[in-house]
């Protein structure tokens, strides 16, 4: 799988990195352990993306 920093990452290091290079499937893990546990989830349906945020809401992981 290929990661990128999602745009729910902050500034202080606070990274998720997500893949969303394989069908199916939306890969989620903490940039701090790359070889640590994903979190797989199924992608959004078609034209229903989230809008792109500087912080997650409190609680929450995108």
Do not use: Q
């Not at 290079?21 to 989230?50: E, F, M, Q, W, Y």
């Amino acid at each position: 799988m290929s990661y990128h920093k999602s745009s729910y990452s902050n500034p202080e290091h606070e990274c998720v990195e997500v893949a969303t290079n394989r069908p199916h499937i939306v890969a989620i893990r903490d940039s701090k352990r790359p070889t640590g546990p994903t979190l797989h989830v199924p992608p959004p349906p078609p034209g229903r993306r989230s809008s792109p945020r500087s912080t997650p809401p409190p609680g929450k992981i995108p």
